[in-house]
């Protein structure tokens, strides 16, 4: 059995990326930890106890930070609905979490087994970020880290520069990008284009007819909605459970060794993730970039596990 370790700040997508990894076969989810980002932490929290919930896991979800390292929260009700899982009506209220704080857990749990836990960050980088500043080990512990996080070639989807969970700490980013730790990074820009769901996909989606699958497209409402809005495009796209299913079989995924910074402050570049494509900086590669998975791969693996 592999051993993952999620990081989320849990919504409409980062949902279903749990969904596909706590009922895959072969992975134990050790954990679930949260830090706040596309809705206060409250919410993020009662959400990942829902979906755990309903994929009958005991799987320990463990708050973390309530706002990025150094400045305040901006969230995202705009694009996945007040409650953070499309304001459909569900009951996400008078769950309890584990005890201890996310980023002990993130200590404890990776540098006490060295190099056997995969981490798959789905938000904002504000907890990994703070457990490497107390203990810089962990990178050098981690077996692999995937974060959903940051463009690889197209402009972002919060400013022109910057993709949300890197926007949101972009201090937290650098950190974790300039620590050492092995990174695959799945960009906003692969999941547009690999992992966005149509009518037809979604159609697809419900003839599983579980309630994982039904959960995963009724969840989607004010992702649609704001897809519409801004693109008018009609259907939604999937990054966090792109990122897992990268992390779930990295053969799906094309990728390329870059080395990757991340802008910290403000101004128009904040939390832009400056891919060096050629080499010009003649940096060492700090990340594999992934830049294509074939769509019907993703699909396939999604619907495996919503069956």
């Known amino acids: 059995m592999r051993r993952f370790l999620i990081d989320t700040d849990t919504a409409s997508d980062d949902a279903v990326a749990l969904i596909m990894a706590l009922r895959a076969p072969d992975v134990t989810v050790e954990a679930l930890t949260i830090v706040a980002g596309n809705v206060p932490l409250d919410r993020c929290v009662q959400n990942a106890l829902y979906t755990a919930e309903l994929c009958g896991s005991p799987v320990p979800v463990h708050a973390g930070l309530a706002q990025p390292i150094f400045r305040e929260l901006i969230s995202a009700e705009i694009v996945h609905g007040q409650d953070g899982l499309g304001d459909i009506g569900l009951d996400l209220t008078g769950r309890t979490p584990a005890d201890g704080h996310a980023t002990d857990v993130l200590v404890e749990t990776i540098c006490g087994s060295p190099g056997e836990i995969t981490l798959v960050t789905l938000g904002p980088l504000s907890n990994v970020g703070t457990a490497l500043l107390r203990e810089p080990a962990l990178a ?19 400013t022109p520069a910057a993709e949300y969970n890197i926007y949101a700490d972009p201090e937290a980013a650098r950190i974790v990008f300039e620590s050492g ?25 419900r003839a599983i007819g579980t309630p ?42 094309e990728t390329a060794d870059f080395y990757v910074e991340v802008v910290p402050g403000d101004g128009p570049a904040r939390g832009q993730t400056i891919v060096d494509h050629i080499g010009v900086t003649g940096k060492p590669a700090n990340a594999s970039v992934v830049t294509h998975v074939e769509p019907e791969a993703f699909m396939a693996s999604l619907c495996a596990s919503l069956s």
Do not use: K
Not at 142 to 148: S, T
Not at 189 to 198: I, R
Not at 222 to 238: H, I, K, N, P, Y
């Open 181 to 205: 730790m092995p990174i695959t990074m799945v960009g906003w820009d692969v999941s547009w284009s690999c992992a966005f769901v149509g009518p037809e996909g979604e159609a697809r989606l």
């Open 212 to 253: 994982y699958s039904e959960f995963t497209c009724d969840i989607q409402r004010a992702l649609t909605e704001f897809v519409g809005r801004m693109s008018g495009v009609e259907g939604f796209d999937l990054p966090d459970p792109l990122a897992m299913a990268v992390a779930l079989d990295p053969d799906i995924a």
């Open 140 to 158: 050098g512990a981690v077996a692999h880290c995937y974060v959903m996080g940051g463009t690889g070639r197209l402009p972002g989807n919060v």
